[in-house]
């Protein structure tokens, strides 16, 4: 079967109008198979299908006593543990909508999602319970339930034992329909509160597409992808994609290391593993040696560009290439240096490969709407008739962000990401559109970081760029044009920019603060009074005799 033949089938399968998201992920399957595997410290734990759907079913029933209905939100803040697949299939069975938090964020990050998406429920591990406390930045009257996964349930909230034991099972899943969304996750942009993208149920298709011929993930693998499910790269084919196809997929609960990680391969026989390029630049700079056991023939790499250095490392010490792909929340993975036979083609280094079956990308202008010419770098576009794995409709009452994310006529969606195509098609990465940061492959927007730094008293004003990182790719780091105290005398700067990092870390996220905080007398801008980032990147890169 040709890859255009398996995506007209994957069509149809996912275009049905009976679909249920939770049959097709779980219940069509063999109960006896093993669908996830965690990895945790003292080995691991193997769920089958029928272990998922039994466990799923309770759950759902538990969640509906709660209220919890069609098209109803249910968040969740839970490791990468065996509750995390139940809760998800929960959710799916009564026809509701899941809203994905990265257990990294803190509470403002938190609040804004919940609210944003009108949660009804929030499943959270007693580790993250914290984070829910009302507080600067979460409201004392929130409207969302709370279900604690532990012994020691606080008051007010749910346990959720009692939530997966204490009902009788729901035992026929919601009907979604090929439109129904299923998914609101949230991506960040340069201006402006995180955009809400509602993901129907027909993008399954798109995404089992990827994993068979991108990932090439056969029913003999075992496939790991290492990305957070908290994020898109790892929700749509470390958990949805996997269960969809029938294939077995590693979940590991701890935090990363080259160590670690090391482990995880030799300890489960890994064959097929999908990481961030940061991964692997981790590995390469740890100095240690790759362990006997490792036994990898197929390794991916998304969410930023993989530099060169990387890919010679991996031939040497992996035995096979790591290969290149490119995607977005609002598409999944759209271009593929595929490794399945079908799509299997020459690697041209720094390319992130060519236009996945199933979409059709072009290069527009720097100026126009309109495809450049062949061989010109411009912005990267997908065109929306010929792409029949496309699904993004629009973010979640924002119909004026959506705009800008097309044609006038909607014809073409645009990516915010510069890039050159050659003759052959295949895509290489230029830079982004915009000023989002990209940093480990998480997206961080600027705005969500300058209104925290700027709620501080000794902020005037301030703008945060992505600074170039060997191991991250970019880290974030601030420009502040402090405020003179009541008394107008000039601030610690030292002292400042380390209240500034913490205040980032608590209410932000962790992984976000600004590594460096520079302090100047004022920032650049246009004459309207738009903060111009571009020059401060010009500036720093200057500075440090950086190649730009």
Known sequence: MSAEQRVEQLLSEYGEADL??????????????????????????????????????????????????????????????????????????LGAVYVPLFTAFAAQAIAMRLESSATAVVVCSSDQRSKLEPGPDMPADAPWRIVTVDEQVPAGDIGYADLADGYNRISIPAVQGPDGGFIQLYTSGTTGRPKGVVVPARALAAFVAYLELGLDVRPDDVYWNAADPGWAYGLYYALCAPLAAGRRSVLSTGTF???????????????????????????????????PGVALRVVSSAGEPLTPDVVEWAKDALGVPVLDHYGQTELGMAAINGHHESVRAEVKPGSMGRAMPGFRLT????????????????????????????????????????????????????????????????????????DVIIMAGYRIGPFDIESVLSSHP???????????????????????????????????????????QELVRTRYAAHAYPRRVHFVDQLPKTPSGKIQRFLLRKARSEARGEAR
């Open 20 to 93: 249920s998201v939770a049959a097709v992920l779980c219940d069509r399957h063999p109960t006896d198979a093993v669908a996830v595997t965690i990895a945790h410290e003292t080995g691991r734990t193997d769920l089958t299908y029928g272990e998922l759907r039994d466990r799923s079913e309770r759950l759902a029933a538990g969640l509906a006593s709660l209220g919890v209905t069609p098209g109803s939100r249910v968040a969740t803040l839970l490791p990468k543990g065996e509750e995390l697949p139940v809760v998800l299939l929960a959710i799916w069975r």
């Open 257 to 291: 290391s080259p160590a670690s990680f090391w482990t995880v391969l030799t300890s489960l026989g890994v064959t097929n593993v999908a990481a961030a390029p940061t991964v692997f630049r981790a590995l390469r700079g740890s100095g240690l040696q790759v362990p």
């Open 363 to 434: 290069m527009f202008g720097q100026d126009k709407d309109v495809p450049a010419a062949s061989g010109t770098t411009g912005r990267l576009a997908v065109d929306v008739a010929a792409s029949p794995l496309f699904w993004f409709a629009g973010y979640a009452g924002d119909p004026e962000r959506t705009a800008e994310r097309f044609t006038a006529d909607r014809a073409y969606y645009l990516t915010g990401d510069a890039a050159f195509m050659d003759a052959g098609g295949h895509v290489f990465f230029g830079g982004r559109d915009d």
């Open 458 to 500: 000794r902020v005037a004003e301030c703008a945060v760029i992505g600074a170039p990182d060997p191991v991250r790719g970019e880290v974030v780091e601030a420009f502040v044009v402090p405020r003179p105290s009541p008394e107008g005398n000039p601030p610690d700067t030292g002292e400042l920019a380390v209240e500034l």
